[in-house]
């Protein structure tokens, strides 16, 4: 990584607590068993804000973001608001919310069966009720941004894995989600790859998307993060802007984190 | 070797073919739609349903076929005089075909149910993250794949079903089994040769499906 050079950070988004929040957590746990995934989680991210989580494998990562869109049930006792709104439990308030978070797997996850653009076209159609000539010309639109609308007619497996993940991050927005989850989006990839994903990411950072994002990217962190957060054994440790973190961890086991991440 | 010919002459055989294939056919759209019904319950989120699903599915699975046949028409018909159609020979062709139907499903639930477990549980977690609920995500994303990943199990339940056919005549249908039994009854001296047209006329049947099954389960096969 990219450590010697110091990225060009974007303006600490100073006005943040300005902003109203998108994305609540309240005292968030979560059990598998009697295994503790997640302790005691209080998070708010405002609109526009890109908050990295970066920590060691089995820190929690992961299970954050697969609670903010209910993916996983939280323990009892725990909220987690999206624009204001509760997760709704099962059913159909649920799946509505959902459409909001837009969600980008380590593994892309695109439908096998389908091609790319129905890939794209699927929820707008089903979900939102979009024409389907509507839908396919917002999802041409949507591939062109992230580079793959020349690979509109193939099937997943025909693309490589940085053209797949490309398109779920453009079937993720088809949704118009107010906010997107990426769980380590590039750890999947052949090294070559990473950049191509990572570059469409900072463009939609850029744009004022509100994103969380587990990454172990340092040079993505910097140049695109407004906000660090360091989880260890399902809390957050450290909660801080990108510069400070990489530069001044603050917490023994960040710091011992960092150091075997940038030795590598 | 005598007679053989005339056999074709004084017996239906063609038709009582006909009738394994019409009963086949049927059944098998009956057990297909309860089969995938009662496979939606055993992935469904709902305990309630998955429990419906299993016992269904022990139950079924694990009586023979010619238990349920008979029981339906000893006790259906004959305890409860239940009669969908007047016509006696229609009557019992309905619930031969319901019997198929309501075993073979037993096998077609679990035939879609090893499809599911070919499709990865992301493919099911990327379709709720777009918003999709259960059914709709089942029916969009999850089962097209399933059946695709389950064709071989499918074709051999259609296989299956297709022989078990000849349990009907359990049920009083005059189909190729029956046919047959009756045909050795009165032409004992051919016993091999009537035994052997009944025997080919299953493989002119069944063997097509084979191969039909191992042409369409790489046709279909879904490239990951
Ligand atoms: N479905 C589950 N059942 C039981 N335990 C689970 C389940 N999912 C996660 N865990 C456990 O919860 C802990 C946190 O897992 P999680 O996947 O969130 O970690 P992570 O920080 O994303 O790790 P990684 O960097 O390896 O992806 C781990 O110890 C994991 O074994
Ligand atoms: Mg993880």
Redesign the pocket.
Known sequence: MTQSTPAPTDPPAADSTAKRALVELDNVNKH??S?Q?LKDINLTIPEGQVAIVV????????????TINRL?TIDEGGTIRIDGKPLPAEGKGLAQLRADVGMVF?SFNLFAHKSIVENVTLGPIKVKGLKKSQAQEEAMALLERVGVAQQAKKMPAQLSGGQQQRVAIARALAMRPKVMLF??PTSALDPEMVQEVLDVMVQLAHEGMTMVV?THEMGFARKAGDRVIF?DQ?AILEDTEPESFFTHPQHPRAKDFLGKILTH | MNGFLELFADYDIFGAFWMNIRLTLLAAVGSFVLGTVLAIFRISPVGSLRGIGTAYVNTIRNTPLTIIMVLGVLAVWGQLKIEFFQDFDLNFFTYAVIALSLYHASFVCEAIRSGVNTVPLGQAEAARAIGLSFLPAARLVVLPQALRGAVTPLGNTLIALTKNTTVAAAASVAEASGLMKSMIEFNPDLMIYIFLTIAIGFCIIVIPMGILTTWLSDKLAVAR
């Not at chain 1, 920590?55 to 697969?66: A, E, V, Y």
């Open positions: 598998f068993g295994f995934a920590g060691p494998s089995g820190s929690g990562k992961s299970t954050l973001c697969r996983e380590q769980d380590e587990v989880m399902g």
